[in-house]
């Protein structure tokens, strides 16, 4: 009775404090940018109270207007400009074209990257996992994979934020009717919670 009561606690109070507390470091963190800003327009002293989250306001207003400038003729001369003055300094033009390429993929509607979740055999033959098509291999790496081939991203469990890429020849590659949520809950889970079961709901809510 004691070991089932305490679980039900348990998983009641971790998901929570953990959101509590991914939340209130991503507060913290865009509250840091209000150093930039003159102390004048602090809501401190507007309001005389501390704002928390303010940061994070003032981040997306300076996105909102970069991306108003830089989407007029202007704005991307000035871009073109910048882009072309890094390209010039060896070590930040293969970073900064590496994390434009990577933030490209993500951000463009149309873009297929990451999007369908798959099966492969990995680390070995007869062993499974979940991974995510990243894209279609180029020309010249189906060629030294035998055929044509897929780069798969796996990520690892419990943190889906780090992984490997491999190169899966096509007709190895399984399809799946997962959804990225669940493929995700699978991986951050380790395997507890899988796609397609009742393992989540009885995850969420105990039996009485």
Known sequence: MFKKFFSAGLLFWIPLLFTVWILDSVIEFSDRLLVFLPPRWLPESIYGVHIPGFGLLVAAAIVLLTGVVVANVLGRKLVYWWETLLER??????LYGGIKK????????????????VLVEYPRKGMWTLGFVANQAGPALSQSC???????????????????VVLVPQEDVRDTSCSIDEALTFHVSMGVVQPGSASEVEAKTPEP
């Open 89 to 94: 300094i060896p070590v930040v033009k293969q």
């Open 102 to 117: 990577i933030a490209g993929t993500f951000l463009n509607p149309q873009s297929r990257s990451f999007q369908k979740v």
């Open 146 to 164: 035998g055929g044509s081939a897929v780069a798969v991203f796996i990520p690892t469990a419990p943190n889906p934020t780090s992984g490997y």
